[in-house]
């Protein structure tokens, strides 16, 4: 199945886009494992924190794959949504707001 693009509406729906005038390069950000480790109730292990997320992102990789619908929540982000081919990501508020006006060259 071939993924595709699309923007979230605070409503929560998924419509399709097409990105133009961007490498097309994600680019990668290193995780504190760590930190993530510390943020949750029990102060879990680094490694157990790198498994339990490794773990997540293969569940939604075959969710996606398969077409099946997904609303999983980000903490600090949004809701990571998906609906047939479709994948996007519902900001919270408080960083539509924040980020409104900004781009990448005001911004730094």
């Known amino acids: ?7 979230c509406g605070s ?10 005038g961007t490498s097309g ?9 760590t930190e993530i480790g510390f943020m949750t109730d029990s102060s879990v292990s680094k490694d157990q924190a790198k498994n339990a997320c490794e773990l997540i992102f293969k569940d939604m990789a075959e ?11 980000i903490p600090g982000v949004g809701v990571f949504k998906s609906k047939g081919s479709l994948c996007a990501v519902q ?15 005001t911004h730094f």
């Not at 390069?25 to 494992?33: C, E, Q």
């Open 1 to 7: 199945m071939n993924l595709r693009t699309a923007v």
């Open 11 to 20: 409503n929560g729906n998924i419509v399709a886009t097409s990105i133009k």
């Open 25 to 33: 390069i994600v680019p990668k950000v290193k995780v504190n494992y």
């Open 63 to 73: 969710k996606v794959k398969k077409g099946l619908t997904i609303s999983l929540p």
């Open 91 to 105: 900001f919270n508020q408080t960083l539509v707001s924040d980020a409104a006006g900004k781009t990448a060259k």
